[in-house]
């Protein structure tokens, strides 16, 4: 019997041609594929208290093999009802993305779930799109596209581990600030621009946004900035410039 796994297993790693029959060895082993790749998923949500974890994962790409595995089975009846019926091939008509498409969009409902808003941040979004990328991983294991089930189901699972302290260094160390910026009215518009970007430049503050408004002599900056360095000093500094008559904060 496990014998009989591995040459299903190995088959459909190296061959993306559709099997012509739905054995009772295939189904088990797309089942069991799905439980496995949707619960490591799984396990990684749940190890981190999100909403969705380790079973709703494993539902998730469970649900979705089972509906391939359907529609499997629908176009191996109809392809042997053809070959039986030639007359009738001509009506017989299938399509195979309809149910996956379905599949799809239902399980963006159930990741909507996930999202919660809380104070003005929004959280789940991952989890989320977990639940989304676990659906369309069922989805191919259900066809018995295990040559792409496989590599997804590990780059999916490479994003969720090890991206993150990369986006804890990159993206969570830094945070977005607003400035309104007064001018005086009797220098160039073009210096006070030059003179505020080597300001930010020096104290390494990256300018995301400028909104100009000339009538009333000011500029509103949205700026990305380390953790370790607060809006109110930047504000103080800045107000020090000759150039500069006030500085507000929106």
């Keep these: ?7 299903l297993f190995l088959k459909g790693v190296f061959m993306s041609s559709f099997t012509n029959t739905l054995t009772i ?26 909403p969705a974890g ?22 191996i009846n109809l392809h ?26 239902g399980i963006g409902f159930l990741g909507a779930g996930t999202i919660m808003r809380d104070k003005g941040i929004i959280g789940g979004l991952t989890t989320a799109a977990s639940i989304w990328a676990t659906g369309c991983l069922g989805l191919s294991i259900g066809w018995g596209f295990y040559y ?38 009797d220098i160039d518009f073009s210096e006070v621009l030059m003179k505020n970007y080597n300001f930010f430049k020096e104290n390494n503050i990256r300018i995301k946004n400028v909104e100009k408004n000339l009538e009333e002599h000011k500029i509103e900056y949205t700026l990305i900035m380390g953790k ?10 800045l107000s020090t410039c000759n ?6 904060i929106p």
Excluded at 80 to 105: C, E, M
Excluded at 153 to 177: D, M, Q, S
């Design 148 to 185: 792409l089930a496989v590599p997804s189901g590990i780059a999916i699972i490479i994003v969720l581990v090890t991206l993150k302290k990369l986006e804890r260094y990159w993206i969570e160390n830094k945070h977005i600030g607003k400035l309104i910026v007064h001018f005086n009215k």
């Design 25 to 50: 060895y295939e189904i088990i082993l797309r089942i069991f594929m799905a439980i496995v790749i949707g619960g490591i998923i799984g396990y990684e949500r749940g190890h981190h208290n999100r």
């Design 54 to 75: 380790f079973r709703t994962h494993i539902l998730v790409c469970l649900g979705a093999t089972i509906v391939s595995m359907i529609q499997d089975q629908l176009r």
């Design 228 to 237: 370790q360095i607060d809006i109110l000093d930047v504000m103080s500094e």
């Design 243 to 248: 150039h500069i008559s006030q500085v507000q």
């Design 80 to 105: 042997n009802y053809a070959l039986a019926f030639p007359a009738a091939s001509q009506v017989l008509k299938t399509d195979l993305g309809r149910i996956g498409a379905q599949v799809v969009s």
């Design 1 to 7: 019997m496990l014998s009989n796994f591995a040459t």
